[in-house]
């Protein structure tokens, strides 16, 4: 049986890291077999060039090398990582995925949906997540809820400008594709979050 492949999206500071740290706990006391990764990286080649298109001292990066360097790093995290364990029949809980492309380089840089989803289809082949949890929190509000940018993180440098795109991005594909984007309100606290996104996926019988 294939394993179920369940990312998580929003911008930064939306508290991803978070909700799926809570759920990957949740799962080990069910006893679940489940892994958690995160794009870009995952694996070690991949993490190798996370490190360069995170790095703020990377600004002269023009934004077509930015997107490859984005499909670059998830066609090695999903041919080394995320294949096996859906191969093997478990479950995957990925940080990011495709959409942060589509939303990031697409949208927001401005590259277009048709050149990201080009350069990505290298990568992507089959591979379609069961469901996308879209945490969904204003960039302005998520910014101040972790005390301003990471003046070492090159993406998260960019300005409210950018993000505000960037969040409008995800509005569009999630009201594009609302059966594998689930939107995930997150005015609550975050164990209201964490139990509205469990039910989530209880109903829809991927947990």
Not at 47 to 59: A, D, F, S, V
């Amino acid at each position: 049986m294939k394993g179920r492949f369940i990312t998580f999206e929003g911008c930064e500071g939306s508290g991803k890291s978070t909700q799926i740290r809570l759920l990957s706990e949740r799962l080990k006391k069910q006893g679940v077999s489940h892994i958690v990764t995160r794009e870009p990286g995952g694996s070690d080649i991949a993490e190798q060039i996370r490190n360069i298109i995170l790095n703020g001292k990377n600004t002269a990066m023009c934004d077509e090398c930015e997107a490859l360097l984005y499909a670059a790093a998830r066609a090695q995290h999903l041919r080394e990582v995320v294949q096996p364990a859906l191969n093997g029949g478990t479950l995957v809980l990925c940080d990011r995925f495709v959409d942060s492309s589509l939303a990031y380089q697409g949208y927001a840089r401005g590259l277009g949906l048709d050149f990201v989803r080009e350069i990505n289809s290298f990568a992507m082949r089959d591979f379609r997540p069961d469901i996308t949890l879209f945490l969904d929190i204003s960039p302005r509000a998520a910014f101040e809820r972790k005390h301003g940018a990471d003046e070492d993180d090159r993406m998260e440098q960019l300005g409210m400008a950018f993000h505000q795109k960037v969040y409008e991005g995800y509005l569009k594909i999630a009201e594009a594709e609302p059966e594998r984007v689930a939107k995930v309100a997150c005015s609550g606290s975050k164990w209201e979050t964490a139990e509205n996104i469990y039910a989530l996926l209880k109903s829809r019988k991927l947990i």
